[in-house]
């Protein structure tokens, strides 16, 4: 029994370790110093990577650019496997892509919380506002937000397509028929857009 304690202690150990990897298959190490890993400062303490070496998180020692954000000192930083960001979590409320987005979560291993999420090409995906915002003429509210991984529907953030159009948010006050509150969606391409072959049949 009385080697019972030190067993269950290691095993908790493993399983912290495995829950705390953003990717099943991410590899742990211990930096022992602040160190440049891909071009991107990675400070002394854990930092995780993929299978094949490549680096998969780290916590930023230094203000850096990544796929033209500027991404403060403190950061949470997730990449996808070709080296662009994919999650990202800030130390504080900074601005990122000209909105102001909320900081000061807990590390993604240990919260959803506050995440901004980029797509695999390294744009924009998913934020939580530091502050009530107007985007693309749309009054958007600010809020604790739960994302899950690469799911971008619902909640708190505010969502955007690709190539970098509002897709959601809710409103803060009354917009487009909808109430304030509501979740409001838009389309990739507006709605009133009348094809072309239609357009001509009318003439």
Not at 14 to 35: D, F, G, H, Q
Not at 39 to 48: L, T, Y
Not at 141 to 165: Q, T, W
């Amino acid at each position: 029994m009385k080697n019972a304690h030190p067993v269950v202690c290691l095993a908790f150990v493993v399983v912290v370790s495995l829950c705390a990897a953003s990717e099943p298959n991410a590899i742990r190490n211990k930096l022992a110093s602040n160190t440049t890993i891909q071009g991107i400062p990675c400070a002394k303490g854990d930092a995780w990577f993929y299978p094949d070496g490549s680096l998969n998180q780290c916590t930023l020692s230094a203000l850096t650019t990544i796929g033209g954000y500027s991404i403060p000192r403190g950061a949470l930083i997730e990449l996808w496997p070709t080296g662009a960001a994919r999650h990202l979590t800030l130390p504080h409320d900074a601005v990122l892509s000209g909105y102001r987005i909320k900081g000061g979560a807990l590390p993604r291993r240990s919260s959803e919380e506050n995440v901004t999420a980029f797509y695999p090409s390294g744009r924009l995906r998913s934020v939580v506002l530091a502050g009530d915002q107007t985007i693309q003429g749309v009054p958007c509210g600010a809020g604790p937000s739960i994302l899950f991984y690469d799911s971008i529907d619902g909640s708190n953030h505010v969502d955007f397509y690709e190539d970098g159009k509002l897709q959601s948010c809710n409103l803060t006050r009354d917009f487009g028929g909808q109430r304030i509150g509501q979740r409001l969606v838009l389309p990739d391409e507006p709605k009133s857009l009348i094809p072309a072959a239609a357009t001509a049949a009318s003439r």
